[in-house]
């Protein structure tokens, strides 16, 4: 690959990530500093695109994503949204610029393919080494924030900092573009653990970055990585060995109790208790206000259009109020997109049969990740763990199509599909 070329990819791929992150809080990138009518970040993605397109027309790039098993799947998940948003003014009175609009958040998806882009195990450690950067600045963002909160407010002013009470606990928000990397170290650092000879270093990362976690008021993340260390558990270890380690945890778990009640406010256990609380006791809570809201506004609107959904609708186009879809309201109405309702807003945007499409693919790369784990486990089975991460916790959350979740997983999947390279 030329250097040149090489360098310049490496400079976009780094700029991009910073802007994705909102440089972890300092600036606001989705809406301050407007350029031609667009803000930083919609430029940087605009430019993104036009790089990946240079690229694979210049070089052997496509080549690459052809020959490459996890690449590919990517690349066509890419293709299909993509036509999805070209093919909205066929569907109803919207422009090209209009679904662009909706839509374009899947547009930093090239990421994946920029990042194996003449990849070698030098640029996979300076990339590796800025993916636990900006983990480690996240945890320790949230650690802050559970002890002093008004220290991030004064620096970090785009990050809002709050001490919320839900199910008798206080859990401590930190909301960044960042959140899901201290969940992904946690993962990574445990695969590790289990794949390599444990070592001191490796255990308190993994407890740091998994307290970190635990930490933010987001649920559905935390209680979908412990489950998938659950299921690395089962699969991985044998009967002895999950005696042993069982053994081990129960003898830490005191510890753990005492750190979480004492120190952290009971706040990383609590989480499983409101979860529990929520679904076994009926408790009032956020899902039980989720699924009023959903069962009143946005299945009406799925069952509309179950098949083929609605694509991408922005709220001030023709189609847009002619439906008298709204950008916000007291009661959501006509909200046909919504984080708090992953899977639903999906099926909304694609449907059925193009949810189940992505939802195919994205397996298919958990698939090859999981059969080709030998290939370097602590990259290629944390990739898979985090996508799936990503798929249950869809169930009340939406990572699967925002940046917070699409930047780190384009990273993960870019980094091992040097693993899954083609040699012909």
């Known amino acids: 690959m030329p250097v040149k070329l090489s360098l310049i990819n490496k400079i976009i791929i780094t700029i991009f990530i910073l802007v994705g992150i909102n440089l972890f809080g300092l600036f606001n990138f ?3 500093r407007m350029w031609f009518g667009l803000n930083t970040f ?33 690349l066509i998940i890419y293709g299909f949204i993509l036509l999805i948003i070209f093919s909205m003014p066929f569907r109803g009175d919207i422009s090209i610029i209009d679904s662009v609009r909706v839509g374009r958040i899947f ?28 983990g480690i600045v996240s945890a320790l963002q949230i650690f802050i924030n559970v002890y002093s909160p008004e220290i991030i407010s004064s620096i970090f002013s785009h990050l809002h900092a709050a001490d919320m ?33 444990a070592t001191p ?41 999950v005696l042993k380690y069982s053994v081990f945890g129960l003898a830490l778990l005191p510890i753990f109790i005492f750190i979480d009640v004492i ?10 208790i409101g979860i529990y609380n929520e679904i076994f006791l009926g408790a009032d809570g956020t ?31 023709n189609y847009g109020q002619e439906i008298g879809m709204v950008s916000s309201s007291i009661d959501r109405a006509y909200s046909l997109y919504s984080v708090d309702s992953g899977y639903l807003t999906m099926l909304i945007k694609f449907g059925v049969l193009g949810f189940l499409f ?67």
């Open 107 to 134: 547009l930093l998806m090239p990421l994946v393919f920029l990042i194996s882009y003449g990849l070698t195990h030098k640029s996979i450690n300076y990339y590796w080494s800025l993916f636990k950067f900006i």
């Open 201 to 241: 270093q490796q255990l308190f990362l993994f407890t740091f970055f998994f307290l970190a976690g635990g930490l933010q008021g987001f649920r559905s993340y935390f209680v979908a990585t412990a489950l998938v260390i659950l299921i690395i558990i089962i699969v991985r270890l044998h009967k002895k060995q």
């Open 165 to 197: 009470p839900s199910q008798g606990f206080e859990r401590s928000v930190v909301r960044s573009k960042t959140m899901l990397f201290p969940h992904i170290l946690a993962l990574f650092y445990f695969v590790k653990i289990i794949y390599e000879k």
């Open 42 to 74: 919609d430029v940087s993605v605009v430019i993104l695109n036009i790089w990946f397109f240079f690229l694979t027309s210049k070089t052997t790039l496509f080549k690459e994503i052809y020959n490459n098993q996890i690449l590919k799947y990517f």
């Open 358 to 424: 992505i939802l195919i693919y994205y397996f298919k790369i958990i698939k090859s990740c999981v059969t080709n784990y030998k290939l370097k486990p602590e990259y290629v089975v944390t990739t898979a763990g985090f996508l799936f991460i990503m798929i249950i916790s869809s169930y009340t959350h939406g990572a699967l199509f925002r940046g917070f979740g699409l930047i780190p997983l384009s990273i993960l999947v870019g980094i091992s599909s040097y693993y899954f390279r083609v040699t012909k």
């Open 263 to 272: 120190l952290l406010n009971n706040q990383v256990l609590g989480k499983f």
């Open 287 to 317: 899902r039980v206000g989720r699924l009023n809201r959903d069962m009143l506004f946005m299945i009406p609107m799925f069952l509309e259009k179950p098949l083929m959904g609605w694509g991408f609708i922005y709220h001030a186009s």
């Open 30 to 32: 989705y809406t301050d």
